[in-house]
């Protein structure tokens, strides 16, 4: 697989992968419309070595596609040689409008639409050459009919319509499918960002908790309210530590409170949010007791410093839900707890 992006390209660029993939298999292509137009005499000797410089020069336009970043560049000029070079050369060489051309200018067609679907401009350029370039050769073909090479035989027109058709279809199934993997790398990648969306509209940008938003939805889906406590929690003096040490510490302080509560949170199957500046919501299925319990550890276990060592530390307000309660509500009423543990001195946790 290595190997493969290596030589190709990056899987999730299905357009710039699929192209990689056409080009070396056009050399292979070219070879072999050479060698059987040689074996069954359905094109001029001198048709044939064009060919095969042709697929020689997709050498080209692959290693400047694949390794110099000129992807665009290269497929406009391979579409460039194919449709007013190469499929002409073809009408003129291959038995006018007998042969297959007409079939190649219609998967060039498919192709190009495919292979151009971010260049809207570029596409129909080349979408209108497609219409034009077959259109003169066919409506000029009586008087260029002593250019063209007739085949041989009906044997040999049989033959050439065949292996023409068998292309044809294979092309067309190639690109189908690319066009499929195509949608399904869009579909996997809106869904990506989808889910990255969902994630921003959740979580605190700096805590990565639950925001406030958040954590209102999933506490409105709870059914047993009565098996949970909530608690707010206030780091106490952090105004004064925002205004001495500066903002990007404060913000560094609330990053590792954050860890640590949730960190407490979900190994007792909680859930945290940020509520708001230096205050932090934690709802536990545990009753008052064992959640000032749980507290008070996660008060004793803190290791939280300010830049001069000092021991940082919170008050915390906590209450048991009522059924049916508000969100609002029951914030308000740890906060009143919140208040008293404040006017206790901080760094206690106040219940009711």
Known sequence: MNKLKWLLGDPERPQEYTHHILLLAGILMYLSAAVFNTVFLTAPFEFNIALVAVGFAHIL??????????????????????????????????????????????????????????????????????????????FSETRLDHLIYRYPSEQAKQLDLMFSYVITVAMSVFIMKTYGKRY??????????AQQLKVLAETDPLTRLYNRNAFTRLYENIDKKT???????????????????????????????????????????????????????LLLKKPVNDSLNLLENFSQNLNLFDPQSQKLTFSAGLVALNQNEELSSAVHRADIQLYKAKSQGRDCICFG
């Open 227 to 281: 098996d949970y406590s909530l608690a707010i929690l206030d780091l106490d003096f952090f105004k004064r530590l925002n205004d001495r040490f500066g903002h990007q510490v404060g913000d560094e302080i609330l990053v590792e409170f954050a860890k640590e509560l949730e960190s407490t949170s979900d190994a007792s199957e909680g859930m945290t949010a940020r509520y708001g500046g230096e205050e932090f919501l």
């Open 61 to 138: 336009l692959f290693y400047f596609s694949r390794f110099r970043g000129q992807f665009l560049t290269m497929s406009l000029l391979f579409l460039a040689i194919v449709i007013i070079v190469l499929l002409p050369a073809n009408w003129i060489f291959n038995g006018g409008s007998e042969g297959p051309t007409l079939l190649l200018f219609l998967i060039a067609a498919f192709y190009l639409s495919y292979l151009l679907t971010d260049y809207p401009k570029s596409r129909y350029f080349f979408m209108s050459l497609v219409l034009v370039v077959p259109a003169f050769l066919v």
């Open 184 to 193: 399904r790398l869009q579909r996997e990648k809106s869904d990506r960002l």
